[in-house]
């Protein structure tokens, strides 16, 4: 089956700096590639995802890039703000990104430093 | 919010007692999903079902049951048998997993604790 790893798993970064958390996967039938943001004690949820027929996706500070030779992607923030603080997840999976083929990384815990 | 609820928040239980956490969701997906989170350990699916009346195991179904009996409603029972059953618990859904661009909504989980 798939495994998914996710380095690091604490990062601290101060306010204003890029933060950047990679994953990689395992099986390369996989071809959708989301991430999820938690906030202490709220819901994960879906801050940008992206398919293997692209190799980089943004929205506004966040940015998501794939190498589907190397078999990794990354998650990139840009100028960060206290809010962005939080567990991210990232997930791989196959066919339309039901969650019955998603397997998630174990989390990074992004700490930003005012 | 999201339109996926789950109850109780929190959840105290005596060791060797079955218990059921609450899922509903009224955004008319197909798909719900169960997942345990520990610390350190990500998500950890227990229990699918893409359709009603059908469900599938996930990676850690052991000690676990669930029914779909309407679309609406997945509930999770955690049974005497699941060894480490204190955990944070999330619910999910998802329109139907062959179509695109069907991500994942959660609820806002239940902590359930077991003594």
């Known amino acids: 089956g798939e495994n998914v790893e996710q380095h690091p798993s604490t990062l601290s970064v101060q306010e204003g700096d890029s933060a950047v958390i990679k994953c990689t996967y395992s099986?390369?039938?996989?071809?959708?590639f989301p991430w999820y943001k938690q906030e202490l004690g709220k819901r994960p949820q879906l801050i940008i995802d992206?398919?293997?027929?692209?190799g980089e996706k943004k929205d506004q500070r966040i940015a998501v890039t794939l190498n589907k030779t190397a078999k990794h992607f990354s998650l990139h923030i840009t100028e960060t703000q206290p809010e962005d603080s939080a567990v991210y997840f990232c997930a791989a999976g196959k066919s339309g990104g039901g969650a019955d083929g998603l397997t998630f990384g174990k989390g990074t815990h992004l700490i930003i430093q005012p | 919010d999201g339109g996926i609820t789950q109850s109780p928040k929190y959840l105290f239980r005596k060791e060797g007692q079955n218990v059921t956490l609450s899922c509903e969701q009224n955004?008319?997906?197909?798909?719900m999903y169960w997942y345990r989170q520990d610390p350190g350990q990500g998500l950890r699916l227990i229990y699918y079902?893409?359709?009603?009346?059908?469900?599938q195991k996930g990676d850690i179904a052991e000690g676990y049951s669930v029914s779909r009996e309407k679309k609406e409603s997945f509930p999770l029972t955690v049974t005497s048998a699941q060894k480490n059953p204190t955990a944070f618990y999330l619910c999910?859904?998802?329109?139907?997993?062959?179509?695109?661009?069907?991500?994942?909504?959660f609820g806002n989980g239940t902590r359930l604790t077991v003594t």
């Open positions: 955004l008319n997906h197909d798909a």
């Open positions: 099986d390369s039938a996989s071809n959708y």
């Open positions: 999910a859904s998802s329109l139907s997993p062959g179509q695109n661009n069907s991500p994942l909504h």
């Open positions: 992206i398919r293997s027929n692209v």
């Open positions: 079902s893409q359709i009603v009346n059908d469900f």
